[in-house]
C-alpha cells in the first residue's frame, strides 16, 4: 500500500520537508525544557542562584514560544499538504470510475463505491498525511531522548527500557490481528450505506407499500452489524493501548524507584533525577504515540485496499486509435455477434442485422430476449464476445469510445435527469449550444411550454433524479437533450411505455423530430410505435426468428401476425408471454 500512495506524495515535496521541519524544531524547543528545570532545581533553588533565575526563566518561556509557533506553521503546511493530497487521490478515483465499463456497476452498489470515495480515501489520507508526521516526530523523538537517557545515567537507561519486549510484542500482536477487523468494519459500513442510499432512492416506492417498518428492521441489521464491527476494533485496542500505557508506566516507577534511591544515596540530584523523568516522556509518550499510529495505519490497510480496488479495475479500452469521420451516414451492420454476461449466461447467439442509412429497426420480444443488450453493444458499453459491429464500415472495437459515442444518442424507458435546473440537463446533449439552440431543441421535443410555466422557468431545478417533474416531462426534457446534441444514429429504448396515451402522443411528436434522417434502433411495446419501421426484428432467446416491414410479417403468418392479432390495445410484451407456450 505504501508504495501505491508515495505518488501522491511526490507533488508535494516542499510541504513534507516543511511539514516536518516545523515538526522536529518545535520538538527541539520543546526537548530543552526537562535541562532548564535541572538547572532551576540545581542551580537556582538549591545553589541559590538567584541572578539565574530571570534569564533561565525567560529562556524557558521562549523555547516555548518557539514551540508553539513552529507547532502552528507545521498545522497550517499540514492542512495544505493534506487537502492537496485528499484532491488528487478523489480526484483520480472519480476519473478512474468515470472510466470504468458499464459491467463493473452492474455488481456494485452506489452506496458501497460512495463510501470508498468519501470515508475510505479519509482513513488513507490521514495514515499519510498525519501518520507519516507523526511517526517521523515520534522516532526522532524516541531516538533524541534515548541518546540524552544514556549519555545522563546508563543504569536508569536499562531500567527504562525493561518494558520493551512487552512494547514490542504487543504492538506486533496489535498489528497482525488487527486487519481482519478493521475490514470487517469497512464492509460493514458500506453495506449500511448502500442500503441508506436505496432507501432514499425509493423513499416513494416504501411509503407506496408501507414498508416502513420493513426498512426500519433491514436498517437496524446493518447498523447492527456496523456496531458489532466497530465494537470489535475498540475491544481489542480497549485492551492493548492500556496495556501498552502500563508496561510504560511500570518503566517509569522503575526509574523514580531506583532514582530515588540514588538521590538519596546522594549519588544523584534531584534536579538530574527530575530531568531524566521529564527525558523519559519524551521516549514512552511517542512509544504510545506509536501504537495509535498503528491503530491509523490498520484502518488505512482496510481502507486503502478498498480504493486501490477500484483503481485497479480495467478500465473501459483506451488503446483505440481510430476515429469516426465527423459526418457519418449510420449505415450499422452486426455480423455473427455473440455475447454474454458470463459462461452460463449467454444472451445473443449469432445475431446478424444491417440498419441502412435512415431507418427505422424495430425490435420486439419478450423480457430477457437479448433486445437490450442488442443495442447496449452499439455505443460501447459491453463488448461482444464474437462478431463483429460496423458503422460506415468501421468496425466499432477499433473507434475511440469517445469518438464512438458521439455520434450515438440513447433515450431510455427511464430518462435520468441531474439534480439541477431544467437548463443544465437539455444542455447537457452539447455543452457549448446557444440559448436559442436550447429553446429550439425544447420546442421540437414539446417541453417548451410546460418548462415556461415552472416557476423559475429553464433555471428551474428538477430535484434528484428529476423528481419534481411528471414521467411524461422527463422524458420530453430527456428527447430535447437528444435532440441538442444532434446524433446520426439513435437509439430509443422503450421511450413510451411509462407514460398515458395523451403523453405518449406528444412524446410520439417529439420522437418523430428527433428520428428525422436518423438511423434509429427503437425498442418497443406497442404496435403503433414500431409499424412505421423500416425493419422489425422478432428478437427471442438471443436469436432473430422473424425479420420485415410490419406487411411482410403479417404476410408470413408467423410469431409477429399473432401478436399483431392479438395486441390490439396491450402491449406487445404481453402478448408475446401469453403465446409463449405456443410458440
Known amino acids: 500500500m505504501l508504495r501505491r500512495v508515495i505518488p501522491y506524495l511526490r507533488p508535494y515535496k516542499g510541504l513534507a520537508i516543511a511539514n516536518n521541519g516545523c515538526a522536529i ?25 538567584g541572578d539565574l533565575l530571570v534569564p533561565i ?41 468515470q472510466r470504468l465499463p458499464v459491467s463493473y456497476f452492474d455488481s456494485r452498489s452506489s452506496g458501497d463505491l460512495l463510501t470508498r470515495v468519501i470515508e475510505d480515501v479519509n482513513s488513507l489520507e490521514r495514515v499519510l498525511i498525519d501518520g507519516t508526521e507523526q511517526g517521523v516526530v515520534a522516532l526522532l523523538s524516541i531516538i533524541g531522548a534515548l541518546i540524552i537517557l544514556t549519555r ?62 420493513h426498512e426500519d428492521a433491514r436498517f437496524r441489521d446493518r447498523a447492527e452489524d456496523l456496531r458489532q464491527g466497530t465494537l470489535g476494533v475498540m475491544k481489542a485496542w480497549a485492551y492493548y493501548s492500556p496495556a501498552m500505557a502500563f508496561a510504560a508506566s511500570t518503566g517509569t516507577a522503575l526509574v523514580l524507584g531506583y532514582g530515588g534511591h540514588l538521590v538519596i544515596e546522594g549519588q544523584l540530584r534531584v534536579g538530574q533525577l527530575v530531568e531524566f523523568l521529564l527525558y523519559l516522556s519524551f521516549f514512552y509518550e511517542p512509544v504510545g504515540r506509536l501504537h495509535s499510529l498503528n ?31 465527423e459526418v457519418i451516414r449510420g449505415d450499422v451492420r ?8 458470463g459462461p452460463e449466461r449467454v444472451v445473443l447467439k449469432g445475431v446478424s442485422l444491417h440498419a441502412r442509412p435512415g431507418e ?86 414539446n417541453c417548451h411550454d410546460f418548462i415556461e410555466r415552472l416557476p423559475e422557468g429553464y433555471d428551474s431545478r428538477v430535484g434528484e433524479r428529476g423528481v419534481k417533474l411528471s414521467v411524461g416531462e422527463k422524458q420530453r426534457v430527456s428527447i430535447a437533450r437528444a435532440l441538442l446534441k444532434n446524433s446520426p444514429i ?8 411509462s407514460v398515458d396515451t395523451a403523453t405518449e402522443r406528444l412524446i410520439q411528436e417529439a420522437l418523430e423530430r428527433l428520428m428525422q434522417g436518423k438511423t434509429t434502433f427503437v425498442i418497443a411495446h406497442r404496435l403503433s410505435t414500431i409499424r412505421r419501421a423500416s425493419q422489425i426484428l422478432v428478437v427471442r432467446a438471443g436469436e432473430i426468428v422473424e425479420r420485415g416491414t410490419h406487411d411482410e410479417l403479417m ?16 402491449f406487445i410484451e404481453e402478448s408475446f408471454e401469453k403465446l409463449a407456450g405456443q410458440i
Open 334 to 341: 452486426y455480423e455473427e455477434v455473440r455475447f454474454g454476461y
Open 555 to 570: 404476410a408470413i403468418e408467423g410469431v409477429y401476425a399473432r401478436l399483431a392479432r392479438i395486441q390490439n390495445t396491450t
Open 295 to 325: 491503530q491509523m495505519i490498520q484502518s488505512a490497510r482496510a481502507g486503502g485496499e478498498r480504493v486501490f480496488d477500484i483503481l485497479d479495475a480495467a478500465r473501459e479500452p483506451s488503446d483505440r486509435t481510430g476515429r469516426l469521420p
Open 25 to 49: 524544531l518545535s520538538l527541539a524547543f520543546a526537548m530543552s525544557y526537562p535541562a532548564l528545570t535541572r538547572r532551576i532545581i540545581d542551580e537556582v533553588i538549591s545553589g541559590k542562584r
Open 360 to 445: 427505422m429497426i424495430a425490435l420486439v420480444g419478450p423480457t430477457g430476449a437479448g433486445k437490450s443488450t442488442l443495442v447496449n453493444l452499439l455505443p460501447g458499453f459491453y463488448i461482444a464476445s464474437s462478431g463483429r459491429i460496423t458503422i460506415d464500415g468501421h468496425p466499432i472495437e477499433q473507434v475511440e469510445l469517445e469518438s464512438l459515442r458521439q455520434r450515438i444518442s440513447v433515450v431510455s424507458q427511464e430518462p435520468f435527469l441531474f439534480n439541477g435546473t431544467v437548463r443544465e440537463n437539455i444542455l447537457y446533449g452539447r455543452l457549448d449550444a446557444t440559448e436559442e439552440e436550447m429553446v429550439e431543441a425544447a420546442r421540437a421535443a
Open 490 to 497: 439513435l437509439i430509443l429504448d422503450e421511450a413510451t411505455a
Open 152 to 213: 545522563t545515567n546508563g543504569v536508569l537507561t536499562l531500567l527504562c527500557l525493561a518494558p520493551l519486549p512487552i512494547l514490542v510484542g504487543g504492538a506486533l500482536w496489535y498489528t497482525l490481528t488487527a486487519h481482519r477487523r478493521y475490514r470487517a468494519q469497512r464492509q460493514a459500513s458500506s453495506a449500511m450505506n448502500a442500503l441508506l442510499m436505496d432507501s432514499l432512492s425509493g423513499v416513494r416506492q416504501i411509503k407506496a407499500f408501507g414498508r416502513q417498518s
Open 57 to 97: 526563566t525567560l529562556a524557558l518561556v521562549g523555547a516555548f514560544a518557539f514551540r508553539e509557533l513552529f507547532t502552528s506553521l507545521r498545522i497550517r503546511v499540514n492542512n495544505i499538504f493534506e487537502q492537496g493530497v485528499i484532491y488528487d487521490m478523489r480526484r483520480d478515483l472519480f476519473a478512474h470510475l
